[in-house]
């Protein structure tokens, strides 16, 4: 009986498809990635599957096509070899076709785009695969991606490309995900620095803060079509479920920026200042805000995009007037008053009645701390408000509110949300559980150690009448 033959050619089969300019996104996990996917795969010509790995089967192929082809193989077991003969690449080619080809028809769709973490380092073998080929770098902040890491992952890192990384930092997974952003984004960025005109850089927070002016952005570098209105389509039920993704946004139905500046409660000085460096040395290329030593000890920068001066982040048209002086009997006791600040009035009044009610006792009951000033800060959710101070003389027994000038001048502050504040004030958190979480932050500048800083958090929970913490 005579046996058919495969064709060797999917396109030859039905010429009304082409995988010649396919579209990858190199990006790292937690970088908002699988939004990116979904807005790609609403578009009328683009596919996006879940994660595939198909570039690292890409790199797989080439070195058991090597071995066969009898090319020298890489001294490293499992890196690409250092030459990959031509039969390989259309031997890559023609499998990645054969696959292409059958999702497209399945969908409906002419266009093929990949999304899987790590692609970065197999550009140069992709575009040797498909000349044509089109790349979009994908961004996020730095300490962005280490808060979303950290919450994807709350009993210990693992998958998102993390493993190694905390393999070789299993006490600080801080310091494991900024060194797995750093390896991540600059492999993303030496890509575009290799190949200028066939890659396109999108920020998360611009994804974010205006979808569709970025997807369009997006299309227009793909030469593909315009799709206006695609942010709300994007989060039909059209897309693909099975894979890996991000589990929240099977619970999405709107592109919303809440989790922009998350990465602020992160503590900075747990990365190692080698890695740190390397950080902003690439944030200034991304244009990124820098991660500095007043990172999570002050108010938040309004825009992680841009730098934010001193002046920028102090004035807002809905602060309180700075020149209020002393609160007298807890903010809210003058109902005709308009100057008391718009998110902490429980904060102020727990403050000025702790310090009331120390009375003359204040000094011995505080000790050597009796005489010392601090600011508490309380940070609003909304980057529209600005953050607010509550500068509290111990010695003059006086709770002012304040700027943000007063953090220059004061011995020590604590920084936290404002919710974070209202929780613990009203016994719905503990203070301790609130430092150990990062949602309140102890700072000093006299490096005074682990003691005294224990004793003026002892002298803030007296402030705040907390006899359990």
Request: charged content about 20%.
């Amino acid at each position: 009986m005579q046996q058919s033959t495969p064709s060797t050619s999917l396109n030859s089969a039905d010429p009304g498809y082409s995988f010649s300019d396919p579209v990858f996104v190199l990006c790292n996990g937690r970088s908002g990635s699988t939004l990116l996917r979904f807005l790609l795969d609403a578009h009328p010509q683009l596919a996006c599957p879940p994660e595939t790995n198909l570039p690292s089967l890409c790199a797989q192929l080439a070195t058991v096509w090597s071995l066969i082809e009898g090319a020298p193989l890489s001294a490293n077991r499992g890196d690409e070899p250092p030459h990959i003969p031509d039969a390989a690449i259309a031997g890559i080619r023609y499998t990645m076709d054969r696959m292409i080809g059958s999702y497209l028809q399945r969908r409906g769709k002419t266009r093929y785009c990949d999304k899987s973490l790590g692609t970065a380092r197999f550009a140069e073998l992709l575009l040797r695969v498909y000349p044509e080929a089109r790349f979009i770098c994908l961004y996020r902040h730095p300490m962005d991606v280490i808060a979303s890491g950290l919450e994807a992952c709350p009993w210990g890192l693992s998958g998102y490309g993390f493993d190694p990384y905390i393999a070789a930092n299993p006490g600080n997974a801080v310091h494991a995900l900024a060194r797995f952003w750093a390896d991540n984004a600059g492999t993303t960025l030496a890509a575009e620095e290799e190949f200028p005109d066939r890659t396109f850089r999108v920020r998360y927070e611009d994804l974010v803060t205006d979808a569709e002016t970025v997807a369009a952005e997006v299309f227009r570098f793909l030469e593909a079509p315009p799709a206006p209105g695609i942010s709300e389509s994007c989060f039909s039920g059209e897309r693909e479920r099975s894979g890996p993704a991000d589990y929240k946004i099977w619970y999405t139905s709107n592109i919303s920026s809440d989790s922009v500046g998350r990465g602020w409660s992160i503590p900075a000085g747990m990365i190692a200042p080698p890695v740190l460096g390397a950080i902003n040395e690439m944030a200034a290329k991304l244009n990124y805000v820098p991660i500095d030593e007043g990172w999570g000890t002050s108010e938040p920068p309004a825009d992680l995009r841009v730098p934010v001066s001193d002046a920028d982040s102090s004035s807002t048209a809905s602060a309180p007037d700075p020149s209020a002086g002393e609160v007298a009997g807890g903010i809210g006791a003058d109902e005709e008053s308009k100057c008391g600040p718009a998110h902490s009035q429980l904060l102020g009044s727990r403050l000025n009645a702790g310090v009331s009610a120390a009375g003359e006792n204040a000094a011995s009951r505080w000790k050597q701390h009796g005489e010392e000033t601090f600011v508490a800060v309380a940070v609003s959710r909304d980057s529209g408000l600005s953050s607010e101070h509550w500068l509290v003389d111990l010695r003059a027994r006086t709770v002012t509110f304040a700027t943000r000038a007063a953090q220059e001048r004061s011995d020590w502050d604590i920084v936290g949300y404002s919710d974070a504040w209202d929780q613990v004030v009203t016994g719905k958190l503990n203070l301790n559980v609130a430092f150990r979480t990062c949602r309140l932050r102890y700072c000093d500048e006299d490096e005074a150690g682990p003691v005294a800083s224990e004793d003026r958090i002892r002298v803030l929970a007296d402030l705040l009448a907390l006899t359990n913490w």
